[in-house]
Structure formats: C-alpha cells, structure tokens
C-alpha cells in the first residue's frame, strides 16, 4: 500500500491556522490533500492535525481516500519534528486501517499548494522501477555560491560558465518525499532517488 502522509498543524505562530488560509480560492491544505487523492498511486491519504477546525475541514471535503488522524498534542509543539508524528502515526494502532512493514510512506508538506496528481504518480512511479529505498523531489539551482570564507562552492570562478551551460545542483524541494519498506526513525533510506523537476528556467 502507497499512503500519503500530511502533517497539518494548527498552532503555527507566524499566521494562525495557515494551513487553512485561503490561497487561489481555496484553503491551503485543499491542494495537497486533493492532489495526493486524486494520484492513482497513491491508496491512503493521511491528515495529522491537531486543530479541530482543521480536521472538520478536512473531513467536510469527503474524499474517499482521505483519512484524518488527532495527533498528539507533544506532536505539534513549535519545537516538535516532522519524525515525532510520523513515528507516533506508525506506531499507534489504527482500527480503521491495516499498516504493513513494506507499505510505502509518502511525506507531503501541507505548505506546498503547487503539487499535483501528476507529479505524486510520475515520482511513484520512478521511484518503483528504480529499486532505491527513498525518492526525493527536487530542483535544478543555477546559482553560484560561496562560503562565508569567500570560497565558490560549486564551481570555478576563474572559468565562469555561462548560466545556460552550468548544469548546476539540484536542491531539496521539501515537498515530497518516500520512503519504502521502513526501517529506520529517519524520512529517508540509505538509498535516494531524485525526481528534479524541471522549472522551464535556464
């Protein structure tokens, strides 16, 4: 089984329940959570909150695959990580679902309204026929960096390339990541594949 994993927490600090917010007509968490149900790859979408309004909001949406979680409240701390509610959703025993040792677990950031179907479905995918143990999603970054001992990171300023011909680095998107057949406390395995998108930037 594919399960898509969302953490949506109500207490952020810097714009109260965001995750609900409005953005392009639609409450943020709208988009990810319609994405990752819509993605035929995808068999369970988990929403952990803590918020009420949140997970009536969630569950007010009535898609099929869709299932909210109360995570605990030590879980959503400021201070709490991204792994604690994972591990606490693993961990924990579900009478509506069935969890297996080889499902594979699918880490979507609720902040990231831009991602689709597609993108969850063509990641699934290559991550399948790859044989890694994680996939990672991605983009290429052609900018030139330092240190702040002034020393270029990436590439060579006695021969500059030009931005067209730099192949540059990719860097993590955050937006989703997978992890198969779990093994460890970490959102990654030893062995990761990147999905890079493509930007239509030089």
Known sequence: ?????????????????????????KPLVYWCVGAA???SHVDLVVVATDSKQIKEYVAGLNLPKVYVYDRLPENA??????????????????NDICLKQEDNFILI??????????????????FTKS???????????KRF????TGTPINYDYHNRPRRQEFTGCPFS??????????????RKGSEIQLRIQNTGRS
């Open 1 to 25: 089984m594919n399960v898509a994993f969302i953490p949506v927490r109500g207490g952020s600090k810097s714009i109260p329940l965001k995750n609900i917010k409005k953005f392009a007509g």
């Open 37 to 39: 149900n819509n993605a």
């Open 77 to 94: 701390t400021d201070t709490a990580s991204t792994e604690s509610v994972m591990l606490e959703f693993l961990q924990a025993k579900h």
């Open 109 to 126: 950031q609720a902040t990231s309204p831009l991602i689709t179907a597609d993108l969850l479905d063509d990641m699934m995918n290559n």
């Open 131 to 141: 044989g890694k143990t994680s996939a990672l999603s991605a983009v290429r970054n």
């Open 145 to 148: 960096f330092w240190s702040e």
């Open 173 to 186: 998107l955050d937006c989703s990541q997978i992890t198969g057949k779990r093994h460890n406390s970490h």
